[in-house]
């Protein structure tokens, strides 16, 4: 009962000096101008280009696998060096001058220092070349070494905060010491360095390892951020909770950016949808070719960083002779794999063109399904006559949240034709895959 009722009255101090700290906090970044902060940002990604130039060559082709490898390794050195440098000062100053905070910091470094080796080994065999096992390369290996990363942090946000709770429950001064103050002042700045350097090279060539690391940085820098100020205020305040606080807060922020990665991660290995900029450009590219009259049932998937295949059914005019449509997309498919990261295998449909009744029809059917969400589209369109009605043979792309059911749409259609033309039959095949990356035809 004493020791519930001491807790009820720490705790308005804990609510106070929290409230402090995070004013702390801000303040020692509002008191920077704006000026001052794209300063420094600007002088940290100087460092960033010059290591690119020194030990990445040909560092602006940022599609070619081999200079990928090498950013890879870059950064998974650089990440090696810094977190053990840091591990080992902030270890020696938890131990030292007894900060917890500061502890469980430097062994969040050394955890940092086993992603880093992840990151560098995934690299190495992301670059191997596609094998009999392996038809369409290693580059997911960077996706899978990302989720493990995201699993290490979570854990350690785990750990973290099972000793911060300690911390408070049983709460213990901390020696105040200069040198951690340096310490911990040198961590941010490196950190903050880190989290630039990797999110450029995530962002620039397109790797989700790098981002998860550059992810894992930030929240590095801000839960050292936090255990300086906690120490700044602990020693002017004497509040000996503050530290076991700050280490809880960091463990929450480091737990969220680890779950973060992995759903990131693991949506992309189970075949995440591709982002809408990847399937606009292979549409324009292939829709710039003379005698396409369009395209639909695109399906892109993603084998890894900047590695797609993709395949796609190509509308083309029957009346063409076969092989000069062959001829047509045997150079899409080429144009595709020289100038593009896409491996494409394309389907050749020919379609009538020009015939006013069958495209009436068309307008007629295009029109009824537009009336139900205008991002389903109509395909492989024909007309078939018989002697006693018409057979309009087509498929109707609907979305994956489309409400009605496949015999339920077949119906709609049948009715709604049926009430302009008695005599026609819809024969309706419903595709509810990417039909929202489906082209409706001319």
């Known amino acids: 009962m004493r020791k519930a009722n001491c807790y009820l009255a720490v705790f308005p101090s804990l609510i106070l000096h929290t409230i402090v700290l995070c004013r702390l906090v801000s303040l020692m970044w509002l008191a ?6 794209k300063k420094i940002i600007r002088r940290l990604n100087f460092m960033t280009k010059l290591l690119l130039k020194l030990f990445v060559p040909n560092y602006a082709e940022t599609q070619n696998g081999t200079v990928r490898q090498h950013v890879g390794k870059l950064s998974g050195v650089v ?11 902030k270890i020696a100053i ?5 900060v917890m905070s500061a502890l469980a910091d430097g062994i969040n470094n050394l955890t940092d220092c086993g992603s880093n080796v992840i990151s560098l080994v995934s690299f190495k065999l992301a670059g191997k070349k596609a094998d009999k096992d392996h038809p369409y390369g290693h580059q997911r290996i960077e996706y899978v070494s990302a989720m493990v990363v995201g699993v290490i942090v979570a854990v350690l946000a785990l750990q973290l905060a099972r000793d911060s709770i300690d911390k408070i429950i049983s709460p213990t001064a901390s020696e105040f010491s200069w040198w951690t103050v340096g310490v911990l002042g040198a961590s941010i700045v490196v950190k903050l360095w880190m989290f630039l350097f990797n999110r450029k090279l995530g962002n620039t060539y397109g790797s989700e390892l790098l981002k998860a690391t550059a992810t894992d940085s930030l929240s590095d820098s801000c839960a050292t951020l936090g255990v300086l100020a906690s120490v700044i205020v602990a020693k002017y305040t004497g509040f000996v909770y503050l530290d076991g606080i700050v280490g809880l807060a960091g463990a929450v922020l480091i737990g969220v950016a680890g779950v973060g990665i992995l759903r990131d991660t693991m949506s ?22 003379d005698g ?9 998937h993603n084998y890894g960083p900047n590695k797609f295949y993709a395949s ?28 593009t990261d896409v491996t494409l295998v394309i389907h050749m449909d020919p379609i009538v063109v020009g015939d006013p009744v069958l495209d009436g029809y068309r307008k007629e059917v295009k029109q009824i399904v537009a009336q139900l969400d ?21 498929d109707v792309a609907v979305t994956f949240d489309c409400a009605m059911s496949d015999g339920e749409l077949r119906n709609y259609l049948q009715s709604k034709v049926a009430e302009l033309h008695p005599n026609v039959y819809v024969v309706a095949t419903v595709d509810r895959q990417s039909c929202e990356y489906t082209s409706q035809e001319n």
């Open 374 to 394: 205008e991002r389903f589209g109509v395909h492989d369109f024909r007309m078939v006559k018989g002697p006693q009605r018409i057979n309009l043979i087509f």
């Open 292 to 300: 396409v009259k369009g395209i639909h049932d695109l399906e892109v």
């Open 268 to 289: 992309k290995l189970l075949g995440k949808a591709p982002d809408k900029e990847v399937v606009d450009a292979i549409y324009n590219r292939i829709m710039q070719f």
């Open 312 to 339: 796609v059914h190509v509308e083309v005019d029957a009346a063409v002779d076969v092989m000069t449509s062959h001829e047509l997309v045997d150079n899409i498919e080429r144009d595709f794999a020289e100038h």
């Open 79 to 89: 990440g090696i060096v810094l977190n053990t440098l840091l591990a080992v000062a």
């Open 32 to 37: 920077l101008t704006v000026k001052s902060q």
């Open 94 to 98: 938890g131990l030292l001058f007894g």
